[in-house]
């Protein structure tokens, strides 16, 4: 009996594990738009609050991060995809400039690839 | 001093004051000596102005007002209505100990109630106050004063020894979190293992329960302080939706130290023979994680060395001529235009060009080239270089983030951030491979409490703690940045800014390098050698025509011909109908005659018969000259044999790539005689000669048809299409020009040997990215399974969890060890 329990509470566990981190639904924001510029205001602590960004094609976006911790992980943030990356000195606002050209999915990371975000670029 | 604060006035001058203030405004936009008029007499119309005079030659206004009619505000931005500016810098400060709304007027009253301020804005939120002011009139410096004196701190933006200290303070912290964990976990194991120790082996069982419950609360500590930020990490990934090394480390730990102590408190939950506590694995493995980082941090901070040199490298002080007086100020307050004065072992603070004097001075920290360069007046200056010898004052005309020293740390530090196309792999795996360990620890636990051997409940946990424990999703992570930095800054050091980390792996695998001749190989600066002249031609008249048409021209081949001119004593004269021909020559009309200057192809154009020079001009260009054709009315009347010099170092570094198993390319415009003679010269053995420049891009794709990786080395202005076109771009940078947009590798020393270096360093760099990356994958791949307990059913071997936590911790330090193996990688 006690083996049936412990199964069924491992396989419900693992789809848990599995719908929690992998499928669930994250934080998702679009970015606000003043005077042509679409901007953002990202938190950094132990990931990215929003996780996901959602900014318009063709106009400048500015990503404006503050780290609220000093742990090492997140010092870094990476924008593969465009080639470009700024450290994240803690409790200091620093603003990442892009310019989405083509709509489409790109993450963006710490330098490890550990901590992500999404940026979603529409039409 | 004092500083009153006065809300009215942008000048320190009270409202109440009555008599007229003179200040002096730099001005600029002036182009013509009208523009004074313009300004002068709209200031004239303002109400409070008493006099206002503007000097063109000074670009200076030197206005007289009344502060109790008029505010600089106004008078600025009067002068800015039309069409002018003022020199104002703006600066941004962070100001600390701002507690509330009412600090940011004090601040902002303070600042602009101090001469020279002309606007300031304060922000409570970002702490940090927005200042424009006039350099001639104040410094930042100053600034910073009048915002301490109004009970703040001001800095300007954090410096890269603070953020040393900060890495030193969280080296200090880990390690004091290391040696508690460390000091609980020596008792917490001697309770552990009650049968090891002589006294603890005959103590009844009620009185090593008291024992145990006293390392329940033992490890109390340990778990919120030294694993403190395991748990916070976890906290907050998990409020992402996300996992991290944090969650596995606080789930194994916690889990352990949760299990040990209803054990000790319910034993009677438990079969007879699991009724033993872990306590030891909580303390341990947090210690030796904790002493990991602490390792990891050490070695991360030595990858940065580069960085930090080249940081280091930035003069503190200049000192510039204001108003006729050598003075000293910071670094951030030189202007462009500033006269800097530098003497003998000093640090040149900014780039400029020299103008009075000469020495030799000291460029090896930026370009690697060894010996110092001599400098003269028009000569280039770079900051952060050493002057030597001489003293000399120099003209400044870059100054702060434009230097060419700013700009190398900045691409430095971008492309040590960029991510290298070997790193998606990895960063695909490293996406799920959190949720995918937890996955497996759980497995391992329903599995050996389904399956496994009695006590199952202590087996089911130590497999699934021991899975959590083991995985490294460091390692991954770490893998390919970090010796990506290390290669990145140890290409620096050596005078080769990368562009990014696709740049040295391409790089790496490069098999055929193009070189352009002319700049490249060759100094770039040719030379007229011969005129040789049909049987009833006049050299010098011959030398006269050309003169004349190359006198508008910008080819590099014009100004040896001009200066072949002037040293035969030839005044060219003007040509009429000028006309140019990229890629063959020019025409124009000389004295009535029709003069066209060229090469073969223009000859054949014209119609020209080349008859009687074929010999001479092979035997020309056979010596490596290149011969340009004078034809006059349509008939050959002379060659002219043109011939630039090859580098020092061409055929040393040309060996060095055929050396390295790559084939070598020149690629060039001019004629094939002579290009095969220079290729001959160095040892290249293929030569893409009368090559028109819009066709260089061509030529490399079609190396690039042959299914060869080609790296172009070019001048980056002219061959812009070239580079971007070849997979890798390398462009020759000739003095404070760094930033070169087209090219992925910029070699700052302009020599040749550059390239070789380049791709050894990029072959380096990437055989350790893979090095690592197979470490790390291997770790996990193999070590996550047998902790979960793989190998029992066949050999009956499982891991201790401890053992885990020391692999754990020992294979991320491993990865970024192996990384700065790099930094001691010999170029030649």
């Given at each position: 009996m006690d083996k049936v329990i412990v199964t069924a509470a491992g396989i419900l566990t693992i789809a848990w594990i599995i719908w929690f981190f992998l499928f669930s639904r994250k934080k998702q924001v679009r970015a606000a738009v003043s005077s042509g510029i679409q901007e953002v205001f990202i938190k950094v602590k132990?990931?990215?609050?929003?996780?996901v960004i959602v900014a318009k094609a063709g106009q400048p976006l500015r990503l404006i991060f503050t780290?609220?911790?000093?742990?090492?992980?997140?010092?870094m943030v990476v924008f593969g995809a465009f080639n470009k990356s700024a450290k994240l000195p803690p409790y200091e606002e620093v603003v990442v400039e892009l310019l989405?050209?083509?709509p489409g999915e790109y993450d963006f990371s710490c330098q490890m690839g550990m901590i992500r975000g999404k940026l979603i670029v529409e039409e | 001093m004092k500083h009153a604060i006065i809300p009215?006035?942008?000048?320190?001058?009270?409202?109440?004051?009555?008599g007229a203030v003179r200040v002096e405004l730099p001005v600029t936009g002036?182009?013509?000596?009208s523009c004074t008029a313009t300004i002068e007499k709209a200031l004239a119309s303002?109400?409070?102005?008493?006099e206002a005079n503007i000097n063109f030659a000074s670009q200076k206004a030197f206005v007289s007002y009344d502060p109790g009619l008029i505010g600089m505000g106004q008078i600025i931005k009067v002068i800015k209505d039309s069409g002018y500016d003022v020199g104002s810098e703006k600066v941004t400060l962070k100001i600390r100990g701002m507690t509330c709304a009412s600090c940011v007027s004090k601040v902002e009253d303070a600042l602009k109630g101090?001469?020279?301020?002309?606007r300031a804005e304060v922000n409570l939120g970002s702490e940090s106050a927005t200042v424009e002011f006039l350099p001639s009139m104040t410094t930042i410096e100053s600034l910073k004063k009048v915002i301490g004196s109004s009970g703040y701190r001001a800095e300007t933006e954090p410096s890269p020894a603070r953020e040393e200290d900060a890495k030193e303070k969280e080296y200090k912290a880990l390690l004091r979190r290391f040696t508690v964990a460390a000091l609980i976990s020596l008792p917490v194991i001697v309770v552990s293992y009650p049968t090891f120790f002589p006294v603890l082996k005959d103590l009844d069982m009620d009185t090593l329960r008291l024992l145990w419950m006293g390392a329940s609360l033992l490890t109390v500590p340990a778990l919120v302080y030294s694993g403190s930020s395991f748990f916070k990490g976890a906290v907050a990934a998990f409020r992402h939706r996300a996992a991290d090394m944090n969650t596995l480390i606080a789930l194994g730990t916690g889990m352990a130290w949760l299990f040990s102590t209803v054990v000790v408190l319910f034993?009677?939950?438990?079969p007879e023979n699991a009724r033993?506590?872990?306590f030891d694995v909580v303390s341990v493995v947090i210690a030796l994680v904790v002493l990991g980082q602490a390792l990891e941090l050490r070695a991360k901070g030595r990858t940065s060395e580069a960085i930090k040199k080249l940081m280091g490298l930035?003069?503190?002080?200049a000192r510039v001529i204001r108003e006729g007086a050598e003075i000293d100020i910071p670094i951030?307050?030189?202007?462009?235009?500033d006269t800097v004065v530098v003497r003998p072992g000093?640090?040149?603070p900014v780039d400029g060009v020299l103008v009075e004097g000469r020495s030799s001075v000291d460029e090896s920290m930026l370009t690697g080239e060894p010996l110092p360069a001599e400098k003269q007046e028009g000569d280039e200056v770079i900051g952060g270089t050493i002057n030597k010898t001489g003293a000399f004052r120099f003209r400044a005309t870059k100054v702060g983030k434009d230097t060419a020293l700013a700009q190398i740390i900045r691409m430095v530090q971008e492309a040590q951030g960029s991510k290298a196309p070997i790193q998606k792999l990895a960063d695909t795996v490293s996406g799920y491979f959190v949720p995918a360990v937890m996955v497996i620890a759980v497995s391992s636990f329903v599995l050996w409490y389904d399956?496994?051997?009695?006590?199952r409940i202590i087996l089911a946990l130590l497999g699934a703690v021991t899975t959590l424990i083991v995985a490294c999703p460091c390692a991954l992570g770490l893998a390919t940045p970090t010796s990506l930095m290390i290669g990145v800054g140890k290409a620096a050091e050596n005078g080769i800014l990368i562009r990014n980390g696709e740049a040295i792996q391409v790089a790496s695998a490069l098999d055929t390098v193009v070189l352009?001749?002319?700049?490249?190989?060759?100094?770039?600066?040719p030379a007229l050698t011969d005129v040789i002249v049909a049987p009833e031609g006049d050299e010098k008249e011959i030398v006269r025509f050309a003169a004349a048409l190359e006198k508008n021209s910008e080819h590099p081949l014009a100004e040896a011909i001009l200066q072949g001119a002037g040293t035969r004593e030839i005044t060219p004269p003007d040509p009429d109908d000028f006309n140019a021909i990229p890629g063959y020559g020019v025409e124009g009309v000389v004295d009535g005659k029709r003069i066209s200057l060229g090469n073969r192809k223009l000859m054949e154009r014209i119609g020209a018969d080349l008859d009687i020079f074929e010999k001479d001009s092979h035997m020309l260009a056979d010596e490596g000259k290149t011969p340009i054709f004078v034809a006059v009315d349509g008939r050959a009347a002379g060659v002219i044999a043109v011939s630039d010099p090859l580098k020092d170092d061409s055929i040393e570094a040309i060996q060095g790539l055929k050396g390295l198993g790559v084939d070598v390319v020149m690629i060039t415009g001019d004629n094939r005689r002579t290009a095969e003679a220079i290729a001959k010269r160095v040892g290249i053995g293929r030569v893409l000669a009368e090559v028109l420049p819009e066709d260089k891009a061509r030529e490399v794709r079609k190396l690039q048809l042959e299914g060869r990786k080609v790296a172009f080395v070019g001048d980056g202005i002219n061959d812009a299409p070239a580079l971007a076109r070849a997979d890798v771009g390398m462009a020759i940078g000739?003095?404070?020009?760094?930033?070169?947009?087209?090219?992925?590798?910029?070699?700052?020393?302009?020599?040749?040997?550059g390239i070789k270096a380049a791709i050894s360093i990029s072959k380096a760099t990437m055989k350790n990215v893979r090095e690592n990356l197979f470490g790390a994958f291997f770790y996990n791949t193999a070590l996550v399974p047998v902790a979960a307990g793989i190998l029992y059913p066949i050999w009956g071997i499982t891991m201790n969890p401890i053992l885990a936590g020391a692999a754990m911790a020992m294979s991320s330090v491993t990865v970024v060890s192996n990384a700065n193996r790099l930094r001691f990688l010999k170029l030649r």
């Open positions: 132990g990931g990215y609050d929003p996780d780290r609220e911790e000093e742990a090492s992980c997140t010092e989405p050209e083509k | 009215s006035a942008t000048t320190g001058v009270s409202g109440e004051h009555r002036m182009t013509c000596a303002l109400e409070g102005i008493r101090s001469p020279g301020v002309i034993p009677e939950l438990f033993e506590p872990y930035q003069a503190k002080t951030e307050e030189v202007l462009v235009g000093e640090k040149i399956l496994g051997p009695e006590p352009d001749k002319t700049g490249t190989i060759t100094v770039g600066k000739t003095g404070t020009d760094v930033a070169i947009e087209a090219s992925d590798i910029t070699l700052i020393k302009g020599s040749l040997l």
